[in-house]
C-alpha cells in the first residue's frame, strides 16, 4: 500500500513536470518568433541607412519589386529600395508563422531637420496552444534616419 501511495504522487510530479516542459517550449517558440521579428526590422532599417535619399526611404514604404539589384546589374536607388523590400519580405515571411504582415511608413524630414521617420510593424499569427485558432502577435519600432550627409 504504501509502495502504491509512492508510485501516485511521483506519477503526479512526473505529469506536473511534462506539463511545465510543454508550457516552456511554446514560450520559447514565441520568444524565437519575436526575435526573428526584430532582427529582420533592424537588417531593413541597415538597409534605409546605407541608402538614406529621400526618394529611396519613400520606396522603402511601397510594394517590394525584384529588381535583381546584384552582381552586374546597376540600379537606382529608388529601384535598389523596391529591391531590397522584396527581398526582406520573402526572407521574413520565411522566419515567421503563417501569414506575415508588414507596414512601413515614412514621414519626410521637416526643414531645417534633416531626420526622416520610418515605421515598421510586423504582424503575424501564432498558434494557440489554448484553443483553436491563433494569437495575433506583433512588433513594431520606429528610427530616425538621415537623408543628407552631414547630417
Known amino acids: 500500500m504504501e509502495a502504491l501511495i509512492g508510485f501516485l504522487i511521483l506519477t503526479i510530479g512526473m505529469l506536473g513536470i511534462a506539463s511545465l516542459q510543454a508550457i516552456s517550449l511554446k514560450a520559447g517558440k514565441t520568444s524565437v518568433y519575436g526575435s526573428v521579428a526584430m532582427m529582420k526590422v533592424e537588417e531593413l532599417f541597415e538597409s534605409m541607412?546605407?541608402?538614406?535619399?529621400?526618394?529611396?526611404?519613400?520606396?522603402?514604404?511601397?510594394?517590394?519589386?525584384?529588381?535583381s539589384c546584384s552582381g552586374v546589374n546597376e540600379c537606382s536607388p529608388v529601384q535598389l529600395a523596391q529591391d531590397d523590400v522584396y527581398w526582406w519580405e520573402q526572407n521574413l515571411t520565411a522566419g515567421l508563422p503563417g501569414a506575415a504582415t508588414t507596414t512601413v511608413t515614412f514621414t519626410p524630414a521637416v526643414a531645417p531637420s534633416r531626420l526622416a521617420t520610418m515605421n515598421i510593424t510586423v504582424n503575424w499569427q501564432e498558434r494557440n496552444k489554448d484553443a483553436a485558432g491563433s494569437v495575433a502577435k506583433s512588433y513594431s519600432t520606429t528610427v530616425n534616419i538621415c537623408t543628407v550627409v552631414p547630417c
Do not use: C, I
Not at 541607412?49 to 529588381?67: E, F, I, K, Q
Open 49 to 67: 541607412r546605407t541608402n538614406p535619399s529621400a526618394a529611396a526611404l519613400a520606396a522603402y514604404a511601397g510594394a517590394g519589386v525584384n529588381n
